[in-house]
C-alpha cells in the first residue's frame, strides 16, 4: 500500500511516565484485578458471617495488638513511601537510594508483626468456616505484603548496580510505591473486617 | 433455505407437537399437577410469542439478503435521510423487544406467586436425597403415626402435600416434571415442595442433579389417588412387616436377618433396622426397586441382590455373597412384604 | 548510562533498507532458542489458536463418545464412571480449553494490528500466558490418559467435589487446571487492555476503534472482574480438600451454595466473555461483506458496554432451583431479560447493516448468516429459561443443553470460523478453499440444527442431562438416535473446516495485502504481517480508514530503526506521547512457566509446594525483569 507520511514522531520522548507509562497502567490493571479480589474474600466473610448463629464461630475475639501494630508500621510507611515516589519523579538519585533502603525495612517489619498476628486470631484454619475465612483474608494480604517486599528488596538491590541510574527505574520506583499504597489500602478494610466486625 | 424453512416449521409446531405427541410419564407438557400446568400454560405463551419473535428476524434477515442483491457499489458515506429512517425502525423494533420482555417477567412473577401461594395442608412428607435413592418418612400428626418408606411417594389426589426436602450426602434435585417443577436437595439446607396432584396416576420423576455415579439411576414414583386408597395405603404402611406365611419365607426372613442385610435394612417388626439402605418393611408392595431400575417382582429382587454391582454399578449395596438356596428364599421373604 | 548507539530513523532509509533494519530489530531467532523466547504476539497467537483448535478437536471427539453412548438405552459403551469424566471434561476443555482461549487468542493476534502497533503490551506476558495456558491444558488430558480426569462436571458442585465424596485428586486436578487458564486469560486480558488503551494508533480516538477491538476490550475487563470469583472458588476447594479448611462444610459453619455463588459469578460473565468477541468478529465481518460501516456505531459499543456490566447480575439465574427466596430470584428473572436488550440492538443492527449495504455471499458471511439464524434461537431459549417457573421444569435437562449448545456454537463458535475464513488470508498469506468453505458451512449449519434442536424437545420430555443412560422404557430413544446420527453431519462438516485449513497454509492461493476490501488497518499491511506489522506507524482519522483513502496510508515518521520502538498515546484522544521501547525476547517467560507449573501441580500434593515452589518463580521473575543492556532500556 502507498503511505503518506503526515506526522514527524521523532520530537517525542523514548520514554513515558506515569499514565504515558504502559508498565504504570498494567500495574493499575493488576491492582483493579487483586482489588477485586480481596473484595470478594471480604465478601465471602460477610456472607458466612450471615449465615452463622453467632460470630465468631467458636473462637474468642481475635486479639487487637498485632493487628493494629501492623496497620500502624503500614500507615506509617506511606510516609516515606510517598517520599520515595517523589524522589523518583524528580530523579534523585541519591535520596532514591535512600529511600529504596527505607522501604525494605519498612516492608519487612510489618511482615515479622504479621507472624504474631496468625496465632492473635484465636483460632485455626481448620477449626470452622470462621477460622477458615479469616486465615483467608490475612493469608491473602499476606502474600500481598511478601510480593511487593521481594520487588522491593530487588528494585533496592538494583539501584546499587550500574544499571540503577535509568530514568526507566524512577518510573519503576514510582510503580513499586504506587503498589504499596495498594497493599497498605487494602488492609484497612481487612483490618476493619477481621478485628473490628466481630466487637460490633 | 430448505433446511431454514424446515427449521421454521420445526419451531411452529414444537408446542403443538410436545402438546400432542410426544408426551411420556415424565415429560413437562404432560401436566398432571396444579403448578405443572399454571407452568406449562406459562411455557406455552413464551414459546409462541418467541417463535414468532425469530420468524420476524428470520424475515427480515431474508429480505434483507434478497434486498442487497440489487446493490453493488459500495456505501462509504451512507445516505443521511435513509440512516435517519433506519434508525427509527430500530429504535421501534428495540421498543417492542422491551415491552416482550416486560411481559415475560411479569407473567414469570405472577406465575411464581400462583406456586407459592398454595395453600397448606397436614400432609407432610420428608424426602431424603441420598447416593442414589429416595428415603422418604410421612410425617404424622404423633409420632407413632410416622413412617419410613421409598423411592416411592402416594400422594391424595386434590390436596396440597408438602415435601421438606433434605440433602443427606450431596445435592440432589427433584423433579417430577408432570406434577411440578423441581427443587433441590442441599446439604445443610432445607427446601420445601409443594405437590398437588388433579388426576389420579403415576407419575415418573428422576434426580435431577448431577450427583455421582449412579445419577442416571435415581428415579422416583409419586402415585396419586383417590382419598380413601390413600388412606388405606397409609394405613398398610404404618404396620408393621407381615410375618412370614411359609417355611421359605421364613427361611428368607432367617437369611436376612443374619446376613449382613440387616446392618443396612430395615424391616420393621424384626429385629433389622438398619439405616444405609431403603426401609424393606413394605419393598413387596413398591413398583420398583433400586429407585426405578427393576419392576418389582420375586426375580428382579433375586437379580438384584445376587448382584446389585453390575445392575446399577458403584451403588451403595455391596454384593453379599449367597447360595442359590438363601437367594430364593430371601427374594421370596421380601417379595412376600406387600 | 545510553552509550552512543547508531539512532537511525525510519525517514533516513529507503523502504527496501527501512524493512530490513526493521527486520532485523524485530526478528524472533530461529531455532528452539527462538521458539521458546519469541514474544511476538503473532507468533503467540498463532500457538494460542492452534492450539485451541486442537482442543476443539479433542472436545468433538468426547462429544462423539457421549453421543455413541446415548444413542441407545442402556448402552455399556461407557462405563458410567468413564461417562462422567468424559463429560466433565468435555465441558470443561469447551469452555476453559478452547472457547475462552481461542478467543483471546484472536485478540492476541488481531488487536495490535487493527490499533495499528508493532506488538502487543507486556510482550513477555503473552508468552508466559500462552505456556501457562499450554501447561493447564496438558495437566487435563494427561489426567485424562491416567483415567484421573475430574468426573463433577464443569462447574464441580460442593460436596460432590468436596473433600468427602471427591475421592483421589479428580477434582484437585480441575481445580487446578482452572488455576492455570484463568492466570493465562487474566494475563492477557492486562495486556489487550493497555494494548487498546495506551497503543493505539495516533488519531484512533474513541470513536473510531474497530468493533472487534472494542468487543476485546470489554470482554478484556470482564475478565479483570469475573476472574477472581473462580480463582478465589477453585483455591478454597484445593484448600478444603488438602490442608482442611471448611468453606464449603456445612457441618462446620460452611455453605454449599457459596460454591455455586462463587462458581456463577463467574461462570456467568464467562459465557460473554466467550461471546461478545464473537459479536466483534461478526462485526468486522458484516462490515467488510456488506460494504458499508456497521449501522449505529454508538448503540453497538453502548450494547457491549450494557451486556457487560450486566452480566454481573444474572449469576443467580443458574441457581433457580436452590430454594433462594422468591422475590430475589424474580429480580433475576428481570435482569436475565433485560440482557436481551442489547442483545437486540446488536441483531437488530446487523440486520439493519445487512438491509442497506450490498451484501458479498463468501464464506465468512455465509457463517455470520448461520449465526443470526441460530443464535437467535439460542438467545430466545435464554429468555425461557431466565423465567424461574419455566426454568423449574427444564433446569438441568437437555432443553439447557440445546440452548447454550445455540448460543455457543451458534453465538461464538459459528463467528469464530467465519473469522478463520476471513482473517486466515492475513495469517497465513494464503486465502482457504472458496468451495470447502460453502461445503463445510452447509454441513455444519445443518448438522448442527439436527444435533442440537431435538435436545429442546428430549428436555421438555423429561430427560436430564449428564445422564450416562437411560432406561428402555422412557420415550427418549428415537430422537437419541436421531442427535447421535446427526452430530455425525456435524463433524463431518468441522472436519471439512479442518482439512481445509491445514490444506489451505500450503496450497492455499497466496492472498494480497487486502484481499477482501476490508476497512480496516490490519489489512493495511503484509499478508501475513512482518514481525514489525507496519513499517510506519499509521495515523487514523476515520473509523473505516482504509475506505476513507483507498490504496493511500497515512504515517507517520521518526521512529528508531535499531530499537523496538512503538508509539504510546493518549487514551481518550490518541494523541502521540511517547515513543516507548517494547520488550526483546526472553526465555524467562518460558522459565517462569515452568516453575509455576512445578508450582502449582504441587500443590495438589502438598501445601508445602507453595512455599518452595515460590523460590524458583522469584528467580525466574527476577531474569525476566532484571534490566539487560539494550537500546529497548534507554531512556
Ligand atoms: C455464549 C454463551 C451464552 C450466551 C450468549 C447466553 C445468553 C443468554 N443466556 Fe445462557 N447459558 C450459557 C451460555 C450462554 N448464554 C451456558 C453455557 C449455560 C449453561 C451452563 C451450564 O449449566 O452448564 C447457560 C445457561 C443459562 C441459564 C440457566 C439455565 C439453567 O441452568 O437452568 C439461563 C437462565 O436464565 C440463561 C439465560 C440466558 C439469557 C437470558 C441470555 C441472553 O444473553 C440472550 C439474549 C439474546 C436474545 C434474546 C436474542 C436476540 C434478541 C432479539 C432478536 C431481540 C428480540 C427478543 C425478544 C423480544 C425476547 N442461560
Ligand atoms: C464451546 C463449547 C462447546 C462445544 C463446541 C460443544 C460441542 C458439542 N457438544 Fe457439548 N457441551 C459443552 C460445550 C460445548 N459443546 C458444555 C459446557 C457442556 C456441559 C458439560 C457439563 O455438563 O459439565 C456440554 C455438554 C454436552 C452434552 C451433554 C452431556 C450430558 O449432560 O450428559 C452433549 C450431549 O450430546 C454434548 C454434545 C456436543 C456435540 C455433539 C458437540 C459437537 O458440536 C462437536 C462437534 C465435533 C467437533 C468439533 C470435532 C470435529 C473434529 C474432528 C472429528 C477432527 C478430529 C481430528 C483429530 C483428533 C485430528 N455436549
Ligand atoms: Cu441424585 Cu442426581
Ligand atoms: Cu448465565
Known amino acids: ?200 | 433455505m430448505r433446511t431454514r424453512a424446515t427449521r421454521g416449521v420445526l419451531l411452529a409446531l414444537l408446542p403443538s407437537s410436545v402438546l400432542a405427541g410426544c408426551t411420556g410419564w415424565q415429560s413437562a407438557f404432560d401436566a398432571q399437577g396444579a403448578s405443572a400446568i399454571s407452568i406449562k400454560q406459562l411455557m406455552v405463551l413464551m414459546v409462541v410469542i418467541c417463535s414468532v419473535v425469530w420468524a420476524l428476524v428470520i424475515a427480515v434477515l431474508i429480505r434483507a439478503l434478497w434486498r442487497g442483491r440489487e446493490q453493488v457499489e459500495r456505501s462509504i458515506g451512507p445516505d443521511p435521510v435513509i440512516e435517519r429512517r433506519t434508525a427509527r425502525v430500530v429504535v421501534a423494533a428495540v421498543t417492542a423487544t422491551v415491552i416482550v420482555l416486560a411481559v415475560f417477567t411479569v407473567v414469570s412473577f405472577f406465575t411464581t406467586r400462583a406456586l407459592t401461594l398454595a395453600g397448606h395442608d397436614d400432609l407432610t412428607i420428608k424426602v431424603r436425597g441420598q447416593q442414589w435413592w429416595w428415603g422418604l418418612e410421612y410425617l404424622g400428626p404423633t409420632p407413632d403415626e410416622r413412617f419410613e418408606t421409598a423411592n416411592e411417594i402416594h400422594i391424595p389426589v386434590g390436596r396440597n402435600v408438602r415435601l421438606q426436602l433434605e440433602g443427606i450426602d450431596v445435592i440432589h434435585s427433584l423433579w417430577v416434571p408432570g406434577l411440578a417443577g423441581k427443587q433441590d436437595l442441599i446439604p445443610g439446607r432445607r427446601n420445601e415442595l409443594t405437590l398437588r396432584a388433579e388426576r389420579p396416576g403415576a407419575y415418573r420423576g428422576q434426580c435431577s442433579e448431577f450427583c455421582g455415579l449412579q445419577h442416571a439411576h435415581m428415579a422416583l414414583l409419586v402415585i396419586a389417588e383417590q382419598q380413601e386408597t390413600f388412606d388405606q395405603w397409609m394405613r398398610s404402611q404404618r404396620e408393621r412387616a407381615t410375618d412370614p406365611s411359609d417355611a421359605e419365607i421364613a427361611a428368607g426372613q432367617q437369611v436376612f436377618l443374619s446376613r449382613p442385610c440387616a446392618a443396612c435394612h430395615a424391616i420393621r417388626g424384626t429385629s433389622a433396622t438398619g439405616t444405609n439402605g431403603p426401609d424393606l418393611t413394605h419393598v413387596g408392595g413398591r413398583r420398583y426397586i433400586a429407585a426405578g431400575l427393576l419392576e418389582t417382582t420375586r426375580g428382579s429382587l433375586a437379580a438384584w441382590i445376587s448382584d446389585p454391582q453390575t445392575l446399577k454399578p458403584g451403588n451403595n449395596m455391596p454384593m453379599v455373597a449367597l447360595s442359590a438356596d438363601e437367594l430364593r428364599s430371601v427374594s421370596a421373604y421380601l417379595a412376600s412384604l406387600k | 548510562m545510553s552509550e552512543v548507539k547508531p539512532d537511525t530513523r525510519d525517514s533516513e532509509l529507503a523502504p527496501p533498507a527501512l524493512a530490513a533494519a526493521l527486520a532485523e530489530t524485530w526478528r524472533t531467532p530461529v531455532g528452539l532458542w527462538g521458539v521458546l523466547a519469541a514474544v511476538d504476539h503473532k507468533i503467540i497467537a498463532r500457538r494460542y489458536i492452534v492450539t485451541a483448535f486442537a482442543f476443539l478437536a479433542l472436545g468433538g471427539v468426547l462429544a462423539l463418545l457421549m453421543r455413541l453412548q446415548l444413542a441407545q438405552p442402556e448402552a455399556r459403551v461407557l462405563s458410567p464412571d468413564r461417562y462422567n469424566q468424559i463429560f466433565t471434561m468435555h465441558g470443561t476443555n469447551m469452555m476453559f480449553l478452547f472457547a475462552v482461549p481461542v478467543m483471546e487468542a484472536m485478540g492476541v493476534y488481531l488487536v495490535p494490528l487493527m490499533v495499528g502497533t508493532r506488538n502487543i503490551a507486556f510482550p513477555r506476558l503473552n508468552a508466559f500466558s500462552y505456556w501457562i495456558f499450554l501447561a493447564g491444558g496438558a495437566l487435563l488430558w494427561i489426567a485424562f490418559v491416567l483415567d484421573m480426569a475430574p468426573d463433577v462436571g464443569w462447574f464441580a458442585y460442593v460436596p460432590l467435589s468436596g473433600p468427602q465424596y471427591g475421592a483421589g485428586k479428580r477434582a484437585d486436578i480441575w481445580a487446578q487446571m482452572i488455576t492455570f487458564t484463568e492466570i493465562a486469560a487474566l494475563a492477557v486480558a492486562v495486556e489487550i487492555v493497555v494494548t487498546v488503551l495506551k497503543q493505539r494508533a495516533p488519531g484512533m480516538s474513541l470513536d473510531r476503534i474497530p468493533l472487534f477491538v472494542w468487543s476485546m476490550l470489554v470482554t478484556s475487563f470482564v475478565v479483570i472482574m469475573a476472574m477472581p470469583a473462580i480463582v478465589f472458588a477453585s483455591t478454597s476447594l484445593i484448600l478444603d480438600r488438602l490442608v482442611g479448611t471448611h468453606f464449603f462444610n456445612p457441618a462446620e459453619g460452611g455453605d454449599v451454595l457459596l460454591w455455586q455463588h462463587l462458581f456463577w459469578f463467574f461462570g456467568h460473565p464467562e459465557v460473554y466473555i466467550i461471546f461478545l468477541p464473537a459479536v466483534g468478529m461478526v462485526s468486522a465481518i458484516i462490515e467488510t461483506f456488506a460494504r458499508r460501516p456497521v449501522f449505529g456505531y454508538l448503540a453497538m459499543v453502548m450494547a457491549l458496554i450494557a451486556t457487560s456490566i450486566l452480566a454481573f447480575g444474572l449469576w443467580v439465574h443458574h441457581m433457580f432451583v436452590t430454594g433462594l427466596p422468591r422475590l430475589g430470584q424474580s429480580f433475576f428473572t428481570a435482569s436475565s431479560m433485560s440482557i436481551a436488550i442489547p442483545a437486540g440492538v446488536q441483531v437488530f443492527c446487523w440486520l439493519a447493516t445487512l438491509w442497506d449495504g450490498a451484501p458479498v455471499f463468501r464464506t465468512p458471511l455465509l457463517f455470520v448468516i448461520g449465526f443470526i439464524v441460530t443464535f437467535v434461537i439460542g438467545g430466545l431459549t435464554g429468555v425461557m429459561v431466565a423465567s424461574v417457573p419455566f426454568d423449574t421444569q427444564v433446569h438441568d435437562t437437555y432443553f439447557v443443553v440445546a440452548h447454550f449448545h445455540y448460543v455457543l456454537i451458534g453465538g461464538a463458535v459459528f463467528p469464530l470460523l467465519g473469522g478463520i475464513y476471513y482473517w486466515f488470508p492475513k495469517i497465513t498469506g494464503r486465502m482457504m478453499s472458496e468451495t470447502l468453505g460453502k461445503c463445510s458451512f452447509w454441513l455444519i449449519f445443518v448438522g448442527f440444527n439436527l444435533t442440537f434442536f431435538p435436545m429442546h424437545i428430549l428436555g421438555l420430555a423429561g430427560m436430564p442431562r449428564r445422564i450416562y443412560t437411560y432406561q428402555p422404557d422412557m420415550p427418549w430413544y428415537g430422537l437419541n438416535m436421531f442427535v447421535s446420527i446427526s452430530s455425525l453431519v456435524l463433524v463431518a462438516g468441522f472436519l471439512v473446516f479442518f482439512i481445509d485449513a491445514i490444506r489451505s497454509t500450503r496450497v492455499g492461493v497466496s492472498a494480497a495485502e487486502n484481499p477482501w476490501d476490508a476497512p480496516t488497518l490490519e489489512w493495511a499491511t503484509a499478508s501475513p504481517p512482518p514481525s514489525y506489522n507496519f513499517a510506519e506507524i499509521p495515523v487514523v482519522n476515520g473509523l473505516s480508514p482504509l475506505w476513507d483513502q483507498p490504496g493511500c496510508l497515512m504515517v507517520a515518521s521518526g521512529l528508531r530503526t535499531d530499537r523496538r520502538e512503538l508509539i504510546v498515546s493518549t487514551v481518550a484522544a490518541a494523541k502521540p506521547q511517547v515513543r516507548e521501547a517494547s520488550p526483546r525476547d526472553s526465555i524467562w517467560p518460558f522459565w517462569a512457566a515452568v516453575a509455576t507449573t512445578v508450582m502449582l501441580i504441587g500443590s495438589i500434593f502438598t501445601p508445602w509446594a507453595v512455599v518452595w515452589g515460590s523460590v524458583p518463580v522469584a528467580i525466574a521473575l527476577i531474569g525476566w525483569f532484571w534490566p539487560k543492556a539494550t537500546p529497548e532500556d534507554e531512556s
Open chain 1, 1 to 200: 500500500m502507498k503511505t503518506r507520511v503526515v506526522a514527524d514522531f521523532s520530537g517525542l520522548p523514548i520514554h513515558g511516565f506515569r499514565s504515558a507509562s504502559v508498565t504504570w497502567w498494567g500495574t493499575l490493571a493488576f491492582m483493579l484485578i487483586e482489588a477485586t479480589g480481596f473484595a470478594l474474600v471480604i465478601a465471602v466473610y460477610l456472607y458466612l458471617m450471615n449465615l452463622a448463629a453467632i460470630w465468631p464461630i467458636d473462637a474468642p475475639k481475635p486479639n487487637l495488638l498485632p493487628g493494629t501494630l501492623v496497620t500502624v508500621i503500614l500507615l506509617v510507611s506511606a510516609i516515606p513511601n510517598y517520599l520515595t515516589s517523589r524522589w523518583a519523579e524528580r530523579e534523585d538519585f541519591r535520596r532514591i537510594r535512600i529511600g529504596m533502603v527505607l522501604m525494605s525495612v519498612l516492608g519487612t517489619v510489618p511482615l515479622a508483626v504479621r507472624a504474631f498476628e496468625f496465632p492473635a486470631l484465636n483460632v485455626n484454619w481448620d477449626s470452622n468456616a470462621y477460622g477458615s475465612v479469616v486465615w483467608a483474608l490475612l493469608g491473602l494480604h499476606t502474600a500481598h505484603l511478601i510480593t511487593d517486599l521481594v520487588d522491593t528488596l530487588v528494585l533496592a538491590a538494583l539501584m546499587f548496580t550500574r544499571k540503577g541510574d535509568n530514568v526507566r527505574r524512577f518510573g519503576d520506583v514510582q510503580d513499586n510505591a504506587m503498589y504499596w499504597n495498594f497493599v497498605v489500602v487494602t488492609w484497612l478494610p481487612i483490618y476493619g473486617c477481621i478485628y473490628w466486625i466481630p466487637r460490633l
